[in-house]
């Protein structure tokens, strides 16, 4: 073999090797940009869950304290401000049963779930992760699996798991209404404890919520306004019914009263005519006198 075949050889060798590192590391490269978007994007709280929580605490507390007048520090976990997916779920408009609409970009969906995908893939930005708020971190002193209808509260009791979320519930009590506040957080502080501590137990049959909250007064109202809206289409069919009878009725009076008029006139153009007839034959009858 040649030099110049060699050095021909080596040139190309040298070449694909700088070619293949090249290709390698722009491969690398985007790699890693992909891994990082993907980091990104990744948010270790569960929306589902804090959505239940979030539900929970509308629904069974809130009522409470908006009776008493009571303002819930921000350093509360059960803050508004402490639901990493509060403003986004604000920000949710449930147009129809099968149409929700983002309040971002106004783009409308089938159902909730493709919205809550839209808003992880397009306005995840809008998130701070930073500060760790995860509400369904509560969910096991708020009872989320009851709210989402979960059937685990159909399992054999755990008396750790069980001991670990009362102590979460007492905690939440003790830091979010302090009893040595005012009347009104002591209140409140003893309500949270019924309400939802006292559930957390094996023993005995618990019972969720029994101070009652927003959602039977709520479905009450709306059965309601249901039949409401039934009973209003019924009464103007009755209206309407009772309006055509008496039409009919009227009418019915005017026949009979057209027709007993018609007759009367007919008796009384016979008696007219009898009256005639004799008035002739009276004229008939008279003896006829010559000049006098």
Sequence with gaps: ???????????????????LCQDFGEHSAARTVKQEEEHVH???CS????????????????PFVERENYQISSKCRLHPSNDLFRDQEQHKVHVDVNEWKCGYCRKSFRAE?????????????LLN????????????????????????????????????????????????????????????????????????????KRKLFPKGGKKKTRVFYLAISILTMMMIPLFYVIVYLHQSEMRKGTQELRRISKVRLLESL????????DRKMNDCEDLLTLPLKGPV
Aim: hydrophobic share 35%; proline share 2%; with cysteine.
């Design 266 to 273: 007919s008796v009384e153009e016979m008696e007219d005519e």
């Design 1 to 19: 073999m040649g030099k110049a075949t060699r050095i021909t050889l080596l040139l190309i060798s040298l070449f694909l090797k700088q070619t």
């Design 42 to 44: 990744e948010v270790h």
């Design 129 to 204: 992760i930073s500060d760790g708020k995860c509400l369904a971190d509560l969910c096991g002193a708020l009872h989320c699996d009851f709210m989402m209808d979960s059937k685990s509260a159909k399992t054999k009791c755990n008396p750790a798991a069980v001991a670990k979320n009362r102590h979460l519930c007492e905690s939440l009590a003790d830091s979010c209404f302090p009893l040595n506040q005012s009347p009104s957080a002591s209140h409140l502080h003893e309500l949270f404890l019924h309400q939802f501590c006292d559930a957390h137990t094996c023993s005995g």
């Design 113 to 125: 779930k493709f919205l809550d995908q839209h808003f992880d893939n397009r306005h995840y930005n």
């Design 47 to 62: 929306r589902e869950r804090s959505r239940a929580a979030w539900q929970a605490i509308e629904e069974y507390l809130m």
